[in-house]
């Protein structure tokens, strides 16, 4: 059973920046999909990045302000945020897709004040 764990939440003012972090407990392979998404109060949860084979995938409302990344050889994912808006404010979680089934982080609170 694959664990995830998520590092780096916080609160920060529009236009700031956080970075995210999530280990995985297992080798997860470069070919492998892991990614973020993210759930607001009131709202669905939402793909916001995922990378495969070094292939992203952005969400419309964050390309060009949000980077993500890998560390194959830590297991390692990360969301680097910047030009944050009170509008991505919401707990966001980190995802693996195994073969067997998904996997999710326990998630972590952004929170942007205007």
């Known amino acids: 059973q694959v664990q995830l764990v998520e590092t780096g939440g916080g609160l920060v003012q529009a236009g700031g920046s956080l970075r995210l972090s999530c280990a995985a407990s297992?080798?997860?392979?470069?070919?492998?999909?892991m990614g973020w998404y993210r759930q607001a109060p009131g709202k669905q949860r939402e793909m916001v990045a995922t990378?495969?084979?070094?292939?992203?995938n952005y969400t419309d409302s964050v390309k060009g302000r949000f980077t993500i990344s890998r560390d194959n050889a830590n297991n390692t994912v990360y969301l680097q945020m910047t030009n944050l808006k009170p509008e991505d404010t919401a707990v966001y979680s980190c995802?693996?897709?195994?073969?067997?089934?998904?996997?999710w982080g326990q998630g972590t609170q952004v929170t942007v004040s205007s």
């Open positions: 995802y693996v897709r195994l073969p067997s089934r998904p996997y």
């Open positions: 297992e080798i997860i392979f470069s070919f492998t999909t």
């Open positions: 990378i495969t084979s070094g292939i992203t």
